[in-house]
């Protein structure tokens, strides 16, 4: 209960709604929240998104909340609140503290460690400092649960302990990151230690139990685990290199944080800040965010590591001798490319060339930290005598005076020597309240006395940490500026925008828009309110749509813009094929696309926070195209340079058709419509005069399938990044459906075992080539008419000759007659 007081307490500037959790909490996760909820309440799958990079597969994606408690909140909530997600994120923080009290109370370690220990896990370090990384929270959180599941586990060598540890570790993983990643190397290091201190019965106890929590583990993260991987290895990021990572390190000098609360002047809004990752420093050495670097949890924790951890040598004993271990091992970790170590865990631990930020690792830091405090609290509440001796409190000087240089240290060689004074003060203050304690608690072992003891541990550390790692510019603002988030917005922009993409039922459009650098929390918005953004917010972005279209994480300010060669400008052939219709931009366009021209785009509208113009040439989402021709994607990503041909007369596809069809442009008048457009289903109806492609300009991904009348049949890659499917001439219905387990699947398959390339010697002969056009009289294609691509291109592309292949699908059947 006294736990949950302080939560309340600590938590009510959030629970109340007068502030809310910022940056990435808002930008990114709430977006992932309303998305979730919008597609549960509409009857929809939120397996993939089309409002964002084109469309992206967000059941792979690792920061998608799918597959964690978040989607129990969309589903009872249409429309999730700042306030509901801001409760929903700190409720992680009470379920860790909760578990880790619970590791007290299985090894019968005294109540008052366990308290200290959930509310310094809680609100402390990172916990407090990093909540808006709300993945890492649930991490975080889920990672404290697995522990104490597990340490009960080898305690009890009970297989319920085993199948529930394994669930709660799969919980800890199935939405990877780098919390999550060494957390399981930490519950690995226990079970171990478990095996090196019991030797074989420890062993042999554990083994059965350990194979339980195995098998579900894998249960549950194994298929959401290879569709990340498969997502991640055809991202941007597939991996981060030693050089990249080693720039999300943490600096030796923020190591200070953890005993000088605001060093740097994180917190004080009075204060620039001045520590590593500041223009003060050597920014190009690191690259972190000023609280990514704030480590405080607490002075009276800090001192119990100290006197009697150090100065009595308790850290080491052996009931907690493997999270010391682990405890120095994360410390190490996170210091990153400051010793030799980092670059042997980058290369031998599996999963840690994935993430670019050692510092990730304060998370872990805070949560050891927090046990081991405890415990030692609860050596001082069952040592038969305690007193403070001389050597304690020569430990307890000794190390404040070495810190206390250190801090002047760092100040005079960065000239902040005034800016120090204050926090080394407060810190000094803290730290003799902390100490009092230690001497107090001699005289507070019998009646009342531990109760009240427990009370003033409690009262002391939540206001240390309450005020030290309290609401601040990282972590709490105004609700207000995230206001473009509300689904209820009154937004002039988001208004305008809603307004030009809404089309009628069926319409073949569906126009995307591009939100230009209008600030930190817009580039997501597109997931609350339904309409397609070009771009979008998230480190893992599908390369292919990103070398075309150029991306970045962000689009918080039109300098992040990247044009390609592809994309080189708004007035260009990709800009037309995405539909890209609209865009919104706080400066005047020209000010960002320099090669514009009078007339490229139209000025709609003048907004509060800008200007948006229109592209009138942008085509519909769907179209039907009579010809196709074959083209080297790659090499015009590269180049820029596009075939001249009409995209209404021709599709340019990077392999032949399954039935084949003269190669060149054919115009074709079609009737087509868009009956049906969700997150993982779109159906089109379509009546055309002669056989064609229906091409739909979304971005092609292998897990989609698609049916042409209710026949499966081949989804080409068309257009460079978009999809079409071949049609015989009539009417027909064409479905597009993500499969994502079956798509998963058929990509494992063939990269384990790939599809062996023919060779030259077994195709079948080039039907006879034909000079004269292929005129399209509204009737079918008769099969003697049809013809492969011209032997110049064969040549050109060294492909040598093909014809079509037998024993296809009966839609190509169907094609062909």
């Given amino acids: 209960m006294a736990f949950i007081c302080v939560w309340v307490l600590l938590c009510w500037p959030w629970l109340s709604g007068a502030v809310t959790i910022p940056f990435d909490a808002k930008a990114h996760f709430q977006a992932q929240i309303q998305f979730l909820a919008r597609a549960l309440h509409s009857g929809q799958s939120p397996f993939w998104t089309h409002n964002v990079f084109g469309g992206s597969p967000q059941v792979a994606d690792p920061q998608s909340l799918i597959f964690s408690p978040a989607i129990l909140l969309a589903a009872l909530v249409p429309s999730p609140s700042f306030r509901a997600v801001d409760a929903y994120v700190l409720a992680h923080l009470l379920a860790g503290g909760l578990a880790v009290m619970m590791i007290f109370r299985d090894r019968n370690w005294h109540p008052a460690g366990g308290l200290l220990a959930a509310i310094v896990f809680a609100f402390g370090a990172s916990a407090a400092w990093r909540v808006q990384h709300v993945g890492q929270i649930a991490s975080l959180a889920f990672f404290a649960i697995a522990l104490w599941l597990t340490l009960r586990m080898l305690q009890r060598g009970s297989l319920v302990a085993g199948a529930v540890a394994g669930f709660a570790a799969g919980l800890m993983m199935v939405e990877p990151d780098q919390v999550a990643l060494l957390g399981a190397y930490i519950l690995i290091g226990v079970v171990v230690a478990h095996w ?150 980058y290369h031998y631990l599996p999963g840690v060339s994935a993430f670019r930020r050692p510092a990730d690792a304060t998370f872990l830091i805070g949560a050891l930290g927090a046990v081991l405090a405890g415990y030692m609290l609860h050596r001082l509440f069952t040592e038969a005598e305690f007193r403070l001796t001389r050597r304690d409190l020569v430990w307890a000087g000794g190390a404040f005076a070495a810190l206390a240089a250190l801090v002047l240290l760092v100040s005079v060689e960065n000239g902040r020597v005034a800016l120090v004074i204050k926090p080394l003060a407060f810190a000094a203050l803290w730290f003799a309240a902390a100490l009092a304690i230690l001497r107090a608690l001699r005289s507070m072992r019998a009646g009342l006395g531990p109760l009240m003891a427990v009370a003033l541990v409690t009262g002391v550390v939540a206001a240390d940490l309450g005020v030290n790692n309290g609401p601040n510019e990282s972590t709490a603002l105004a609700p207000e500026i995230y206001d473009v988030l509300r689904p209820e917005t009154h937004n002039e922009t988001v208004q305008v925008l809603k307004r030009l993409t809404a089309q009628p039922a069926g319409s073949a459009r569906r126009d995307r828009v591009e939100l230009l650098g209008l600030g930190f929390e817009w580039p997501n918005a597109g997931m609350v309110h339904g309409f397609d953004h070009t771009l979008g ?17 962000t689009i918080a300010g039109p300098d992040q813009r990247k044009f390609t060669p592809l994309f080189p400008s708004y007035r260009c052939r990709l800009a037309d094929l995405l539909g890209l219709r609209y865009i919104a931009s706080p400066l005047p366009i020209e000010q960002v696309d320099h090669a514009l021209r009078d007339g490229d785009l139209r000025l709609l509208a003048r907004t509060k926070e800008g200007y948006v113009y229109e592209n009138p040439r942008a085509l519909p989402r769907v179209q039907f195209v009579g010809g196709w021709e074959l083209a080297d994607f790659e090499a015009m990503k590269q180049s820029g340079r596009w075939p001249e041909v009409d995209p209404q007369q021709s599709v340019l596809l990077d392999a032949e058709p399954p039935v084949a069809m003269a190669e060149g442009p054919t115009l074709a008048k079609a009737e087509i419509r868009l009956s049906r457009y969700e997150n993982t289903q779109v159906e089109i109806e379509v009546t055309a005069p002669i056989a064609g492609f229906v091409v739909l300009n979304d971005i092609w991904h292998p897990w989609w399938r698609a049916e042409v009348d209710g026949v499966e049949t081949e989804i080409l890659k068309a257009n460079v990044l978009f999809r079409a499917v071949q049609v015989p001439a009539g009417t027909h219905k064409v479905r597009f459906s993500f499969r994502p387990i079956e798509g998963a699947f058929a990509e494992l398959r063939e990269r384990v075992s790939p599809a062996p390339a023919a060779e030259d010697d077994d195709l079948l002969p080039l039907p006879p080539l034909k000079d004269e056009p292929l005129v399209a009289d509204g009737g079918s294609l008769l099969p003697s008419m049809l013809a492969g691509p011209s032997q110049q291109v064969r040549d050109t592309l060294r492909i040598g000759p093909a014809a079509p292949v037998a024993g296809r699908e009966t839609v190509s059947s169907a094609l062909a007659h």
Avoid at 232 to 255: F, Y
Avoid at 537 to 553: E, H, I, K
């Fill in 196 to 345: 090196l201190s019991g030797g074989w019965p420890a062993l042999r106890a554990s083994l059965l139990p350990g194979a339980v929590a195995t098998v579900v583990g894998l249960g549950v993260v194994a298929l959401p685990l290879l569709w990340t991987w498969l997502f991640a290895e055809a991202t941007t990021r597939p991996a981060v290199d030693l050089v990249e990572a080693g720039r999300g390190s943490l600096h030796p000098a923020s190591l200070l944080t953890a005993f000088v609360a605001d060093l740097f002047g994180a917190q004080d809004p009075q204060v620039d800040f001045w520590g590593p990752y500041s223009p003060s420093w050597n920014a190009k050495e690191l690259f972190l965010s000023q609280n990514m670097g704030q480590v405080y949890f607490g002075a009276l924790p800090a001192l119990l590591l100290i006197v009697p951890g150090l100065s009595r040598g308790w850290l080491w004993d052996r009931g907690i001798r493997s999270l010391t271990i682990l405890f120095a091992l994360m410390v190490l970790f996170a210091i990153g490319r400051y010793t030799p170590a980092f670059s042997l865990f």
């Fill in 537 to 553: 917010y998230n480190p893992l972005r599908l390369a292919d749509f990103s070398d075309a279209v150029g991306t970045r994480d």
